[in-house]
């Protein structure tokens, strides 16, 4: 009886227990289909090459050697990228002072929290003006502002896919608390382009 449940993909199921059999081109395989998205969550969450390589790289050691524990209660997708958010966690701690949780700030900040001063309706901008370089660069920059937890939890709903339980699942935290995070990471990084997008198309530059 497989150690994988119905809640994985054929395509990942088939993976798995190629893994936990021990076989070694399944772990070249996961880090083929993989590596991508998880140096990705990993880059945006250090803000640095070298240290996004090391997570991606211990992210995958980690798996590879508790495979045999995973019984498919979620993706295999969804499973690295807690191992991926844990361990850039573990190292942002290290090298920062003692912090207040983001849902402890965001506890604090609610009795006396304004909305921001500049709101420039920049999400409804036509879809053509987010594929260009300029303006992806600018939204990566004001990703960088957020918290690593508020920035995870964007990345992985708005950026990943993943649904509000898989990013719950991921950063070990409730599915309201993801919609909390969600909601004030859109409203910072708003607050943070506002500036940018509406001097650029705040009086028609830009549009056709």
């Known amino acids: 009886m497989t150690r994988v449940e119905n ?8 993976l798995i227990e190629r893994l936990q059999a021990g076989d070694k081109q399944a772990c070249a395989d996961c880090i083929e289909r993989y590596s991508p998205r998880i140096y990705g969550l990993a880059l945006r969450l250090m803000k640095n090459e070298a240290d996004a390589e ?5 992210t995958f050691l980690s798996a590879f050697k508790a495979i045999d524990s995973f019984e498919g209660r979620s993706n295999l997708g969804t499973w690295l990228y807690r191992i991926a958010y844990n361990t850039a966690m573990m190292r942002l701690r290290r090298t ?4 207040l949780s983001v849902d402890e ?4 900040a609610e009795q006396g929290y304004s909305l921001p001063q500049q709101l420039f309706d920049w999400c ?7 594929a260009t370089e300029e303006v992806r660069e600018e939204l990566e920059r004001a990703l960088g502002t957020l918290s690593p937890a508020l920035r995870s939890a964007f990345v992985l709903r ?10 719950a699942g991921v ?11 969600l ?8 607050e943070e382009l506002s500036t940018y997008f509406a001097g650029h198309y705040g009086n028609g530059n830009g549009q056709g």
């Open 158 to 167: 708005e950026m990943e896919g993943l649904s509000t339980k898989e990013t």
């Open 7 to 14: 809640s994985t993909g054929n395509n990942d199921r088939d």
């Open 183 to 190: 909601q004030r990471a859109r409203m910072d990084l708003r």
């Open 124 to 130: 409804c901008l036509p879809e053509r003006e987010f």
């Open 96 to 99: 920062s002072p003692p912090i």
């Open 171 to 181: 950063l070990d935290i409730s599915p309201s608390a993801v919609k909390k995070r």
């Open 54 to 58: 090391d997570v991606l790289q211990e």
């Open 105 to 108: 700030k965001m506890a604090e």
